[in-house]
Every structure is written in structure tokens, then in C-alpha cells.
């Protein structure tokens, strides 16, 4: 278990919900109402983020039918590496 030490910063994951295959939706207050359709959804919806300057090691927690199914960060569902930050 890690303790968080007072002060350190901590960026919890933005959840991401899956709608089917091609829709996903961002649920948290930072990142309401952002979307993405399409067959690379998921990869279109983190460019977005990358692309609105959030930290691409941020993690994605992603959810389906309220089931928690899997989770990433913003950089490899994006496709860029920290070389392209």
C-alpha cells in the first residue's frame, strides 16, 4: 500500500464510459461533456485530452454497463509517448 503524504499531488483518474463500441463520455468534473464517436473512440476522446494539456501518464479508469473494465492513461490510448509531450 502507498501512503499519500500531505501535500504531494495526486491526479486521480478521469472515468471514461463506454457506450458500445463506438461512443465513449467523460463523467468527472473536470472533463464533463467531452466525447468521441467512431470505430477509435477511445483514442480520439484521449488526443482531445492530451491535446487540452492534461498530463499523459494521467489514468483513465474506464467503465461499461457501470462495471469497472479496465484502465489506461492518456498517453497510450492516445498513441504518444512522452517524447511527444
Not at 502507498?2 to 458500445?20: L, S
Not at 465513449?24 to 483514442?43: C, F, K, N
Amino acid at each position: 500500500m502507498n501512503a499519500q503524504i500531505e501535500g504531494d499531488d495526486f491526479e486521480r483518474p478521469i472515468r471514461v464510459i463506454m457506450f458500445g463500441g463506438q461512443f465513449v463520455s467523460t463523467d468527472d468534473g473536470e472533463t464533463i461533456g467531452m466525447s468521441a464517436t467512431g470505430p477509435d473512440a477511445l483514442q480520439t476522446l484521449a488526443m482531445r485530452l492530451f491535446q487540452a494539456g492534461f498530463n499523459p501518464d494521467r489514468a483513465l479508469s474506464l467503465y461499461r454497463g457501470g462495471q469497472h473494465v479496465g484502465k489506461t492513461t492518456i498517453g497510450k490510448a492516445a498513441g504518444v509517448s512522452c517524447n511527444d509531450c
